[in-house]
């Protein structure tokens, strides 16, 4: 069974930096589309990132474009989204996602509901 494990959340002032990880087992990251979405109270799920297995792209929402990076590690099977310079508007429930490539009949589109695996979400808190 293929699961999903998000880490790595925390309370971090403006400014400040955090990694999130999202340990991957029973995967082969090139059969999958990864994806991270966030979550804040009250609000839907939000796209952050996801990266494209077929070409490699990767797309990023406008509000974290240039701030956050999504990396993957193959040797250890973990998945990255790098956060800098962290804002109180990225405070959310960050969620790791896939969905393998072979279930999608278009390029991803980076939206939740193509997402059929999730982890378990991880707090992220940005203090003013």
């Known amino acids: 069974e293929v699961q999903l494990q998000a880490s790595g959340g925390g309370l971090v002032q403006a400014g400040g930096s955090l990694r999130l990880s999202c340990a991957v087992s029973?995967?082969?990251?090139?059969?999958?589309?990864m994806g991270w979405f966030r979550q804040a109270p009250g609000k839907e799920r939000e796209r952050v990132s996801c990266?494209?297995?077929?070409?490699?792209?990767?797309y990023y929402a406008d509000s974290v474009k240039g701030r956050f990076t999504m990396s993957r590690d193959l040797n250890k099977n973990k998945a990255y989204l790098e956060m800098n310079g962290l804002k109180p508007e990225d405070t959310a429930v960050y969620y790791c996602?896939?969905?393998?490539?072979?279930?999608?009949?278009?390029?991803?589109?980076?939206?939740?509901?193509?997402?059929?695996?999730w982890g378990q979400g991880t707090q992220v808190t940005v203090s003013s």
């Open positions: 029973k995967f082969t990251f090139d059969n999958y589309e």
């Open positions: 990266r494209s297995s077929r070409d490699g792209s990767t």
């Open positions: 996602a896939a969905v393998g490539s072979w279930e999608l009949t278009a390029p991803i589109r980076c939206t939740a509901s193509e997402f059929g695996l």
